[in-house]
């Protein structure tokens, strides 16, 4: 096996042992902690002699912790005391199920919980009782998995092909990014800083809040050791799947990381790095995925806490926690000189999601306010395993370049790069993943981020325009009034005059209340039809005081709601009535001609109206108090290029040509 699908296959095809028993998506329960177990037993197999050795020494000494100096022996981070290993496993097959349970007993608490983690336990007893567990331990101690032989690229490679196989129908871009894409981030989140990072002696920490199995944490690791040999890499990372934080504790554990920096569980309600901050960030959350469940926890904090926790910003819709894994990160930014870059992927919804005042849009607006948003890249469609969708990947930084001498003047800016044309197809599909980006186009793209320079590919935009006002615009309200009959019959739709004949009391004075109420709208009723059915008012005001006249004739009380209901069932729409004002002379707004317009924030809200609004609809206005600020970033609007439609005698013809081609073989079907 001498490349990464060689030894995919190989595993799978011990997969494929565990049908029957197993249903493919339960294969995983199996195989992903025995590759963990195969991987440790290869790499402490070198020195599994001495430690055994100074194991029994140290036990007859007394020594309560032996693991640090196991794991010198070990050279590694853990150790394993067990006298079994893979191969002694197979030499007594008959007690394979407590010798397994023996041997992973034997791995130092680091290397066990991992195991644990994976829930093992239960799948050796279903194992032995399918008498497969011998077979699946045979079969995994013919595959080499030491770094030397896979390295740990690679094995992220093969951990997330198999968790694909495993879960096909997994939440969009869960679990697997490729690397390409990692690369590409990783190369755009560190490309400011790229002389600063070849600085001798310089530890440099790298957080991702959704880490599956660490492939965005592994990647970034192995730029900045290229970019620097000496540099000091310190990786943390959280993860909510069990089995993919497992793998991702094995790969930190024997890279030599501190594996206790990888915690289980929600980012959001258990917050494994409470009050750390980070220099670098990069994450892949699962797009589109509601929030329901954390919906408690993250509300009390925005509620709470505000701007001294992390959602202070404002919550999105429940359906999408896109922009909470950013405010996130967000709060986990160095307030130093130096600050923080956050490398985000996305799809299109946090771009434009959400109108002016709603959780996204206060989100978007309090970014790039604050001068955080840098710049968004577009990538191609079809790059991920298990969706086709567009993605876009979201860097942010509390630090902008704001020095000629270090580069491009970035402060007040944002960039957008439009990178969806580079990408090659695959010759074999993964899943969905149909196209990747090569080496040379990460470069590219890379490049044309880093010149900050407007071209085919690349445009430059100041913070303020993708921010606007939106403005109410209001248009006054005309009524006739006339009282016909098919008027006063309306009445019967109005709430005040309804409730003149219901009643919450019981029993006998309900009833005598309702009794009462009816006599009213009989009242009322007769009195309207008193009134000269001839008249049209167009005036409100005028009307108003000849029906309070017939009401005070009869002597009759009214109060404004009853009132209010007669006017609006004797009303009717008319453009050519009078405007209806309020008690102050103002005119009042009718809802049903009400407007909005999007006013981009570098432009006067008057003058605008004046240009685009006023010689259409002369007699409208603003009303200022329903003004509202929002942010969205129309990426695609920006790289829109017209396409002219084919002439219409190009179409003829096409179509000309394809009707004698069907009738043709229409022809030969019906064997004329």
């Given at each position: 096996m001498i490349n990464f699908q060689d030894k995919v296959n190989f595993i799978w095809s011990i997969a494929e042992l565990l049908r029957g028993p197993y249903k493919k998506e339960q294969y995983g329960d199996v195989i992903l902690p025995m590759a963990v177990l195969r991987r440790f037993d290869c790499v402490l197999a070198a020195t599994k002699k001495e430690v055994l050795e100074k194991y029994e020494t140290l036990k007859k000494s007394g020594l309560q912790n032996m693991d640090p100096?196991?794991?010198?022996?070990?050279?590694?981070?853990?150790?394993?005391?067990?006298?079994?290993?893979?191969?002694?496993?197979?030499?007594?097959?008959?007690?394979?199920?407590?010798?397994?349970?023996?041997?992973?007993?034997?791995?130092?608490?680091?290397?066990?919980?991992?195991?644990?983690?994976?829930?093992?336990?239960?799948?050796?007893?279903?194992?032995?009782?399918?008498?497969?567990?011998?077979?699946?331990?045979?079969?995994?101690?013919?595959?080499?998995?030491?770094?030397?032989?896979?390295?740990?690229?690679?094995?992220?490679?093969?951990?997330?092909?198999?968790?694909r196989r495993f879960s096909e129908h997994a939440e969009a871009g869960d679990h697997y990014t490729p690397r390409e894409v990692i690369r590409l981030m990783v190369n755009i989140l560190l490309n400011e800083d790229n002389e600063e990072l070849t600085q001798p002696g310089l530890v440099v920490t790298v957080y991702d809040c959704c880490a599956g199995t660490g492939g965005m944490l592994s990647v970034a690791e192995q730029y900045l050791k290229e970019l620097n040999p000496g540099i000091q890499v310190e990786l943390f990372g959280q993860e909510i799947n069990p089995q993919s934080?497992?793998?991702?504790?094995?790969?930190?554990?024997?890279?030599?990381?501190?594996?206790?920096?990888?915690?289980?569980?929600?980012?959001?309600?258990?917050?494994?790095?409470?009050?750390?901050?980070?220099?670098y960030m990069l994450t892949n959350p699962p797009f589109g995925v509601e929030w329901k469940k954390a919906?408690?926890?993250?509300?009390?904090?925005?509620?709470?806490?505000?701007?001294?926790?992390?959602?202070?910003?404002?919550?999105?819709?429940?359906?999408?926690?896109?922009?909470?894994?950013?405010?996130?990160?967000?709060?986990?930014?160095?307030?130093?000189?130096?600050?923080?870059?956050?490398?985000?992927?996305?799809?299109?919804?946090?771009?434009?999601?959400?109108?002016?005042?709603?959780?996204?849009s206060e989100i978007r607006r309090w970014i790039i306010e604050n001068d955080m948003l840098e710049g968004i890249i577009a990538l191609p469609d079809q790059l991920f395993y298990n969706t086709g969708i567009s993605t876009y990947i979201w860097i942010v930084t509390n630090r902008k370049n704001n020095d000629p001498m270090k580069g491009p003047v970035?402060?007040?800016?944002?960039?957008?790069?439009?990178?969806?044309?580079?990408?090659?197809?695959?010759?074999?599909?993964?899943?969905?993943?149909?196209n990747e980006i090569t080496e040379e186009q990460i470069k590219e793209i890379t490049r044309i981020y880093g010149e900050f320079k407007e071209n085919e590919y690349c445009k430059i935009f100041d913070n303020e325009d993708f921010g606007y006002q939106k403005i109410v615009v209001e248009r006054p309200l005309r009524l006739n009034f006339q009282v016909t009959e098919e008027r006063i019959n309306n009445l019967y739709n109005e709430t005040a005059f309804i409730n003149l004949a219901k009643s919450k009391k019981k029993g006998t004075a309900g009833l005598k209340e309702i009794e009462e109420g009816k006599k009213i709208q009989q009242q009322i009723i007769e009195t309207l039809r008193t009134m000269d059915s001839t008249i049209l008012y167009k005036n409100?005001?005028?009307?108003?005081?000849?029906?309070?006249?017939?009401?005070?004739?009869?002597?009759?009380?009214?109060?404004?709601?009853?009132?209010?209901?007669?006017?609006?069932?004797?009303?009717?729409?008319?453009?050519?009535?009078?405007?209806?004002?309020?008690?102050?002379?103002?005119?009042?707004?009718?809802?049903?001609?009400?407007?909005?317009?999007?006013?981009?924030?570098?432009?006067?809200?008057?003058?605008?109206?004046?240009?685009?609004?006023?010689?259409?609809?002369?007699?409208?206005?603003?009303?200022?108090?329903?003004?509202?600020?929002?942010?969205?970033?129309?990426?695609?609007?920006?790289?829109?290029?017209?396409?002219?439609?084919?002439?219409?005698?190009?179409?003829?013809?096409?179509?000309?040509?394809?009707?004698?081609s069907i009738s043709e073989k229409l022809k030969k079907v019906m064997g004329e």
């Open positions: 100096v196991l794991n010198r022996i070990s050279k590694q981070g853990f150790n394993n005391t067990s006298k079994y290993d893979f191969e002694k496993l197979l030499a007594d097959p008959d007690n394979i199920a407590n010798n397994l349970r023996n041997y992973i007993n034997g791995f130092s608490k680091n290397a066990r919980e991992i195991i644990e983690h994976f829930d093992f336990d239960k799948q050796i007893t279903k194992l032995n009782d399918n008498n497969l567990l011998y077979l699946i331990v045979s079969e995994f101690n013919k595959i080499d998995l030491h770094p030397d032989k896979v390295s740990n690229t690679e094995m992220g490679y093969i951990f997330e092909e198999l968790i934080f497992s793998i991702c504790k094995s790969d930190m554990l024997i890279k030599g990381q501190n594996a206790d920096n990888i915690i289980l569980g929600d980012s959001f309600t258990e917050d494994g790095h409470r009050g750390r901050t980070f220099r919906e408690k926890f993250i509300r009390e904090e925005y509620e709470k806490e505000g701007f001294n926790g992390r959602f202070g910003a404002g919550l999105p819709r429940i359906s999408d926690g896109s922009l909470l894994f950013l405010q996130h990160l967000i709060s986990k930014m160095k307030q130093d000189e130096k600050g923080s870059r956050i490398a985000i992927i996305f799809n299109g919804s946090p771009l434009f999601t959400g109108d002016a005042g709603s959780g996204e970035r402060t007040g800016k944002i960039q957008l790069v439009n990178a969806v044309d580079f990408y090659q197809k695959m010759r074999k599909s993964l899943g969905n993943k149909r409100r005001d005028e009307f108003t005081k000849v029906l309070k006249k017939a009401f005070k004739d009869r002597d009759i009380k009214l109060d404004s709601a009853l009132l209010k209901a007669i006017l609006s069932a004797l009303s009717e729409k008319d453009e050519t009535a009078d405007i209806c004002v309020d008690s102050k002379d103002n005119p009042e707004p009718d809802p049903d001609l009400r407007d909005t317009e999007n006013v981009p924030l570098k432009e006067d809200i008057h003058e605008y109206f004046e240009r685009e609004v006023k010689p259409h609809v002369p007699d409208a206005w603003i009303d200022e108090t329903k003004t509202k600020i929002g942010y969205e970033i129309p990426f695609t609007r920006h790289f829109y290029k017209y396409q002219p439609l084919r002439p219409s005698e190009e179409i003829m013809k096409e179509i000309i040509e394809l009707e004698k």
